[in-house]
């Protein structure tokens, strides 16, 4: 098996670099938290980066980041970059909701020494990256590093998209979540003015569910994290807004007239601003408008405590 860094241990990363221990890659792991990259070895085994030179062993790394601005500094800055480590003819694989222009700047840095690069963002939550069935969002201009890495790909995904040149996953991360947070938007919106023309919000998703108007969102966000009142899907909120910022940059670089996404884009930027970088991402409706979404029987559990 291939040695593979990891570089990323959040909700995401942890069970995604687990998996591949589950899987006898040999990894070399690591994190901005220091324990937590400890912590990871003590339970699962491998061996923990301090250093660029701890990657040298590694034919493959994932980074598993916040964005592509964080991701270009793991892999080119912080203490010389991890690709100062790398042996020429490694890969990277950035897993990350970045920016496909960056991912692309990055790529061209990483050609100059030698090093391919991998863009395969992920859908499919902390419940995907536990059990090893994400989507990914495969990009590359390198059809032998994909094919190097797949291995890697695998073990973490349940499902392989190949979508086009490098960026291109990062694009469709970015254009998938943005139809996400238009249908979450549009949904909170009809159920707030039916709320105020005298229609519950079990009443409407009942009929929105056998009707043209189901969505993920109408079946899973808010049947069962927003009308219990229980606001668990554990995706933040600023990453979303972050998500439908990038796709609303791509709109603009593509001269097209697209008003949809610079608003629903504008409507997250909003709710991040207004409720906090902790927040999860079904609350966003609570920075929109004075309206309880939550069903009298969630926010009467919630108001005793329950």
């Known amino acids: 098996m291939s ?68 991701v270009a500094d793991a892999i080119l800055e912080a203490d010389g970059g991890i690709a100062s480590g790398l042996v020429a003819g490694a890969v990277v694989v950035d897993m990350s909701s970045s920016n496909p222009l960056d991912t692309r700047k990055l790529g061209d840095a990483l050609a100059e020494r030698g090093i391919g690069l991998v863009d395969a963002p992920v859908s ?39 979508t086009g ?33 005298g229609l519950s919000a079990e009443v409407m998703l009942a009929v929105l569910n056998t009707s043209t108007g189901r969505s993920f969102n109408t079946e899973v966000v808010f049947a069962h994290e927003v009308v219990t009142g229980r606001y668990g ?23 097209l007239e697209t008003p949809v996404v610079g608003l629903v884009a504008q409507r997250w930027a909003q709710a991040r601003d207004a409720l906090g970088p902790a927040r999860d991402h079904s609350e966003a409706h609570k920075a929109w408008w004075d309206v309880v979404l939550t069903s009298p029987a969630a926010a009467g559990s919630a108001a005793d405590g329950g």
């Open 233 to 255: 899907t554990n995706f933040a909120l600023p990453l979303l807004a972050k998500d439908v910022g990038i796709a609303a940059s791509l709109a603009e670089s593509s001269g």
């Open 124 to 162: 499919g939550g902390i419940a995907g990256a536990d059990s090893g069935e994400l989507t990914l969002m495969v990009g590359g201009d390198d059809a032998a590093a994909i094919e190097r890495v797949r291995p890697v790909l695998e073990v973490l995904g349940g499902r392989i998209v190949l």
């Open 3 to 70: 040695v593979v860094g990891f570089v990323g241990l959040g909700n995401m990363g942890r069970p995604m670099a687990r998996n591949l221990r589950r899987a006898d890659f040999e990894v070399v792991v690591f994190d901005v938290d220091t324990d937590v990259s400890a912590a990871f070895a003590d339970e699962f085994g491998g061996t923990v980066a301090v250093g660029p030179a701890d990657f040298a062993p590694a034919e493959i790394v994932v980074t598993m980041l916040p964005d592509g601005k964080v």
């Open 165 to 197: 040149p490098l960026g291109s996953g990062h694009a469709m991360k970015a254009l998938n979540n943005f139809c996400g947070a238009a249908s979450y938007a549009a949904t909170a919106e009809a159920l707030a003015i039916g709320q105020r023309f």
